[in-house]
């Protein structure tokens, strides 16, 4: 899987994360939607960004409370303020 090393540890990275997809600073291309999830492997939860045929473009590791409170902004969005 392609995941950074970084985790998300609040709501305001996890939001700031979002607004970088959305906008194209990190260069992902074919971008179909976000989403939470958990691994298999070790139980670790994320924010997965998937391609077309749900392809995991990029994860990146998310804290247990990102996970839990972070459901609303990943399905609905950042909003723009």
Known sequence: MNFDDKVISDLTELSTFI??????????????????????????????VFG???????GRWVTKDVFENGKEI???GVQQQ
Request: charged share 20%; glycine share 16%; net charge negative.
């Open 52 to 58: 077309d045929n749900h392809k995991l473009l990029l």
């Open 19 to 48: 607004r970088m997809i959305e906008s194209g600073t990190l260069g992902l291309e074919g971008v179909a939607g976000i989403g939470l999830a958990t691994s298999n492997a070790d139980g670790r939860h994320f924010v997965a």
């Open 74 to 76: 990943v399905e609905k």
